[in-house]
């Protein structure tokens, strides 16, 4: 397995699989997150294909500082098979290449299972309340 980052040509994969994994919400454009996400200067989704099946994604980005990882997404089937820990690995390589010095993330405080997953490759609770305001409304 190879985490390679994803192209515009993948978008339908991605997406799908993302809604898959529970990861979308009706407030938000996983399409348009995914081209967004390409065409930044500071941003790409990292993907991981079995036989050209795409199994696990990560968005990663940053502002020059801090790296952000959302849509960590890998296929119910493919579970347990280390993707998830390689994508997150690549994700932080990508970071740390730019010269960013911190990754964060946000996970639902409901979902047990992701908070379990980070907690066993090292990440921590922040004591910092992720504050929001759409802007489009």
């Known amino acids: 397995m190879v985490v390679e ?14 809604a898959l994994a529970d990861l979308t919400r009706a407030w938000n454009d996983a399409p348009s997150d995914f081209r967004r996400a390409l065409e930044g200067p500071t941003s790409t989704v990292l993907g991981v294909k079995i036989e050209g ?18 849509y960590l ?7 347990e098979a280390g993707i ?11 970071l740390k290449v730019l010269g ?10 409901e979902n047990e299972r992701v908070l379990n997953f980070f907690d066993s490759v090292g990440y921590e609770v922040s004591d910092v309340r992720v504050l929001s305001r759409w802007l489009n409304k």
Do not use: F, N
Request: charged share 20%.
């Open 53 to 70: 099946a795409l199994a696990g994604t990560a968005m990663v980005g940053h502002d020059g500082h801090r790296g952000w990882i959302y």
């Open 84 to 94: 998830g820990s390689m994508l997150i690995s690549a994700a932080e390589e990508w």
């Open 5 to 18: 980052e994803l192209a515009l040509c993948d978008e339908i994969d991605v997406v799908q699989l993302w």
């Open 100 to 109: 960013v010095v911190k990754v964060q993330l946000m996970v639902r405080s």
């Open 73 to 79: 997404a890998v296929d119910p089937q493919c579970r």
